[in-house]
């Protein structure tokens, strides 16, 4: 089984979500008039496909555990998945619009289905492809970074350098962040425009009607979008202001306290291991309370 498999399968990603993204994919590559109306789309479904080859080559041998529950945690499962659904769905409704065309050549009738009356559904498509790929990145960097931040063998220049790029990409989920909130509050914009705009004689306002649906459903992945990236931004600052301590030996009736203060937890994120009190010594481990005594 190949590496991709492997991982998607632990984490839960189906073959259904990685098959329906390809097809539309392959969909869109055949379309060739109608890259100019759907080519945000192509190019998100090329970041992702780029995206998923790289999740299969993510090296969790030594921390499995803790890298699927993560990726699991930051949302990719779901991310992933719901990007198979829409690509399906789209996959269907893209074939319909344009099946007055050919492959080299788009009917005009098929140009206004795809480029005007469908605008706000391919504004949908593409905003969900976009926040699954934001997530997706995101989720395997930060994922890359804490495993290398959690190797015992790391120098400390190293683990310096790795809390620098965790750093970097939390500056990167907070202006993630600030776009989807401003693209939350240009969504509002639309619709209240359309709201006001007279009724079409044609159509009775149907194709309105539905331009006001899609905004709302945009405004709801934006809303989802925010939380997955908010889960992920936690999760780095949580891991980059963290604690390692490791090795400490206690000797001849010494006394130690390893670890934090109670008044920090939920702060600091710690981890402790090999620590020894040997000839009469004595040491708390762990979370201890201001007022404790040796």
Known sequence: MDPFSIVAGAVGITVFATESIKQLHSLIDGLSEAQDEVTDIASSLVNIERLLAALGQLVI???STFAKEYLRKAGVTEAVNKCGDVCNEFNRSLTKW?????AARLSL???LSVGVW???????LRMQLQSGEATVHFAITSTQLMIQLRS???SEADRENVKSQLQSLEMKIQEHLDLTKRQQGEAETRKRELREEPEDEEDGGAQRTLAIKEIEEQSRLLEAAQVSCGVVFCQTRSKRSGQDISYIVTLDNSQAMVGMSESVVGRINQRISAVRTERGSQAIVGVYSGNITL
């Open 118 to 124: 469908n605008r706000e559904k391919i504004r949908t």
């Open 152 to 154: 015992e063998k790391i």
């Open 61 to 63: 041998s030594d921390e």
């Open 109 to 111: 009738r098929d140009r």
């Open 98 to 102: 344009t099946k007055h065309s050919s």
